[in-house]
């Protein structure tokens, strides 16, 4: 007889937990410790053109893959796909690591990115499908943790590996995470209980009702502001603020881990008033606040204010993400969640990838004020859309 969720021991419900941030950073580090191989390739007499093309296909691989995986997951379950992924990432990892032509090592980092997509849908759905409503948010809030704990171990870990024993080396840090967390997934991991498959179980939730497409539009908007701070905090401090690159890298690295922290308490948050959607909406009111504010202080130098309101910013505009992920799993259901986790994270993605040209260009030509200023706007854009509150069932 199959284990139901009240049924299930508080302890194997955290593992799992575990477990899924283990494999969810794994492929962070993937994703987003591979672009660190930059220096390491360019000393090397790569050009630069063709390095950035080289630590870009894990990404591609990633967006490409999101919906697939998804599919996957709804149709063959969730234990299956986290052991299959990252055993995708370990197979794809270690061969990257013994090639030196660029046309195979890029088709083998692509390959891991495929492999790294996995983990989205699949491990978000373990924790919805495991864990009590009133819990939900904060598992799904610590499982959000992954990203900034997997872009952390690839900054540390992979440039000094990269430097002290070379590329192939440094490519196999992803490679054997991966390897681990396949074999700890395998281990570890329970399909969650789903209904009976009635016909009606299984109805396209995207058909006739509108919420979970704008769930998807807040999340793609009030990620802009995030991957802004994100992507151009780091110039702003040292080319206007006159910080030094050390302490404005610490100061960045710094506002990572308290994002983190932020997207647990917003978890917490909504399980205690019972809703995600209304959470979701005072976030995004509060980035718009902080992004506005921030753009304001940019633009008169007030350092005293602007360097508060980045770090706040830096917390705000990343509190989304595990409520809106919280949200989808839920509204979608368990014959779609996975569907709906990989579109999400597809949207996601693909604006991300556009932030580094589009608001470069625009700090180019207006400065850093006018990009935080935009991003304000964008946010603003995405209050209206959050769908009207709906208490977690």
Known sequence: MATTVTQMRDIRRWSMLGLGVFAQASSAVFIHGVPFLLPALTADGMP???????????????????IAWGYVVDRIGEH????SGP??????????????DYVLLGALLFLGGVGAASTNGASGRVIVGWFPPQRRGLAMGIRQTAQPIGVGIGALSIPAVAA??????????????????????LIGIVDP??????????VNPYRGDSTLWRIHAVSVLLCIPQGTVWTFALLWLHNDVGWSLPVAGALVTGTQFLGALGRIGAGAWSDRVGSRLGPLRTVAIAAVISMGALALAAWTHAWWAAIPLLIAASIITVSDNGLAFTAVAEIAGPFWSGRGLGIQNTGQNLAMAAIPPVFGALITASGFPAAYLLAAVLAMAAVPLVPVHRRSD
Not at 58 to 64: A, E, R
Not at 80 to 83: D, N, P, Y
Not at 87 to 100: K, P, Q, R, Y
Not at 193 to 202: E, H, S
């Open 48 to 66: 630069l053109a063709t390095a950035g093309l080289l630590v870009a296909m894990p990404t591609v691989g990633l967006v490409c893959t999101l």
């Open 80 to 83: 299956k796909v986290l052991v």
């Open 87 to 100: 055993l995708l990432m370990f197979g794809a990892g270690v061969a990257a690591a013994t090639v030196s």
């Open 164 to 185: 002290a024993h070379g590329v192939s080396a440094a490519i196999l840090v992803p490679a054997v995470m991966a390897g681990v967390a396949a074999l700890g997934c």
């Open 193 to 202: 209980p789903r209904p009976a498959g009635r016909a009606a179980d299984r």
